[in-house]
T-cell receptor, first 111, second 111 residues
Framework: DAKTTQPPSMDCAEGRAANLPCNHSTISGNEYVYWYRQIHSQGPQYIIH???NNETNEMASLIITEDRKSSTLILPHATLRDTAVYYC????????????FGKGITLSVRP | DTAVSQTPKYLVTQMGNDKSIKCEQN?????MYWYKQDSKKFLKIMFSYNNKELIINETVPNRFSPKSPDKAHLNLHINSLELGDSAVYFCASSQPYNEQFFGPGTRLTVL
């Protein structure tokens, strides 16, 4: 079972920041927080991951609270193409550990 | 320059038939995975292979048999297809400890 809870949906205006929350209150010390997204009918796409420090890449920023019980994915300037289902996943620290997907959050970016 | 490819993209077949889905990755990854996404959009792992060796088998019926002829390929054979096997099947690959790259999916419809 997924170890994360996310709101079912949210929307934001194009060009604005999209802040997607995730709760993972039972996360263990050696587990990472991963974010993937799935644009309609496509395969999931990796976005970013982190352990306890905040992370940023060309796609997004990941803010993890100090107690690691929640995190926020930030898309700094959302575009229409960012409309997708976003999955927050807690993944064990193993060489080939699996991804356990939950229901995700549907982000709708409006013009 | 496709990273993870799957064939066919669509597969429509009758109950009781045997079918195969092929997956190839040109990323040089050691680990490959099969995921199933059902009609309710839940995405669940089925199998994982590392260097042609099975490392994850998530209580999938014996009718499903993955085969890895080399580390760049992981094919999925399904015997005696049932209505409940209708879903989108995604192949993925990764290097140890790294993010997974997903293929475009194969939509299987069993009539």
């Amino acid at each position: 079972d997924a170890k994360t809870t996310q709101p079912p949906s949210m929307d934001c205006a194009e060009g604005r920041a999209a802040n997607l929350p995730c709760n993972h209150s039972t996360i263990s010390g050696n587990e990472y927080v991963y974010w993937y997204r799935q644009i309609h009918s496509q395969g999931p796409q990796y976005i970013i991951h982190g352990l306890k420090n905040n992370e940023t890449n060309e796609m997004a920023s990941l803010i993890i609270t100090e107690d690691r019980k929640s995190s926020t994915l930030i898309l700094p300037h959302a575009t229409l193409r960012d409309t997708a289902v976003y999955y927050c996943i807690v993944r064990e620290a193993g060489a080939n550990s699996k991804l356990t997907f939950g229901k995700g959050i549907t982000l709708s970016v409006r013009p | 320059d496709t990273a993870v490819s799957q064939t066919p993209k669509y597969l429509v077949t009758q109950m009781g038939n045997d079918k195969s889905i092929k997956c190839e990755q040109n990323l040089g990854h050691d680990t490959m995975y099969w995921y199933k996404q059902d009609s309710k959009k839940f995405l669940k792992i089925m199998f994982s292979y590392n260097n042609k060796e099975l490392i994850i088998n998530e209580t999938v019926p014996n009718r499903f048999s993955p085969k890895s002829p080399d580390k760049a390929h992981l094919n999925l054979h399904i015997n005696s297809l049932e209505l409940g096997d209708s879903a989108v099947y995604f192949c993925a690959s990764s290097q140890p400890y790294n993010e997974q790259f997903f293929g475009p999916g194969t939509r299987l419809t069993v009539l």
